[in-house]
T-cell receptor
Framework: ETGVTQTPRHLVMGMTNKKSLKCEQH?????MYWYKQSAKKPLELMFV???????ENNSVPSRFSPECPNSSHLFLHLHTLQPEDSALYLC????????????FGPGTRLTVL | AQKVTQAQTEISVVEKEDVTLDCVYE???????LFWYKQPPSGELVFLIR??????QNEISGRYSWNFQKSTSSFNFTITASQVVDSAVYFC???????????FGKGTRLSVIA
């Protein structure tokens, strides 16, 4: 498999559920990112990992918990979400350092009931 | 300051028309990258092009062309002979040494009508 993959592609969950989003990159990159895209809102950067270390957390609520076990995998653990968290969650990867080119996965469309 | 402005929120054209999507950027760096991404209804952000700040040559790829002008801080994207499959949201983006690795514009929604 090539590029950046994300699973699941669609997820419906209740506010009391716990679920995880998975991202995997096959590009040999060492930086990974989570973005949130809500309807009619610009793309929001949530988390940045460089060489498995979190280097950015854009004031994201603690109900979103990222995990980066190695440079190829990135998870977003979700618990006690709110309906306003319904959005498209996009993962991206790149080489570390700036400026950089990011490559995106297909996204997980999350609906919180 | 890092900023990308896409003033056109939505554009609608008839198939086979040419269309230009505008992008204006702000950066204090002399070294930076500019990008265009396409987001079809499926949601995935598809990388189209990267241009570095030292290369002002315009680029053409099939029906797509890009016009980079440092003098006006613009990086415009033209689709020639548009097709229905070009319907998508197009994002212009900037990467420099600033706090945000990749700064996106708000996107332009292009609708191509058959």
């Amino acid at each position: 498999e090539t590029g950046v993959t994300q699973t699941p592609r669609h997820l419906v969950m209740g506010m009391t559920n716990k679920k995880s989003l998975k991202c995997e990159q096959h590009l040999g990159h060492n930086a990974m990112y989570w973005y949130k895209q809500s309807a009619k809102k610009p793309l929001e950067l949530m988390f940045v990992y460089n060489f498995k270390e979190q280097t950015e957390n854009n004031s994201v609520p603690s109900r979103f918990s990222p995990e980066c076990p190695n440079s190829s995998h990135l998870f977003l653990h979700l618990h006690t979400l709110q309906p306003e968290d319904s959005a498209l969650y996009l993962c991206a990867s790149s080489q570390a350092g700036l400026p950089t080119t990011q490559y995106f996965g297909p996204g997980t469309r999350l609906t919180v009931l | 300051a890092q900023k990308v402005t896409q003033a056109q929120t939505e554009i609608s054209v008839v198939e086979k028309e040419d269309v230009t999507l505008d992008c204006v950027y702000e950066t204090r760096d002399t070294t930076y990258y500019l990008f265009w991404y396409k987001q079809p209804p499926s949601g995935e952000l598809v990388f189209l092009i990267r241009r570095n700040s030292f290369d002002e040559q315009n680029e053409i790829s099939g029906r797509y062309s890009w016009n980079f002008q440092k003098s006006t801080s613009s990086f415009n994207f033209t689709i020639t002979a548009s097709q229905v499959v070009d319907s998508a949201v197009y994002f212009c983006a900037l990467s420099d040494s600033g706090n945000t690795p990749l700064v996106f514009g708000k996107g332009t929604r292009l609708s191509v009508i058959a």
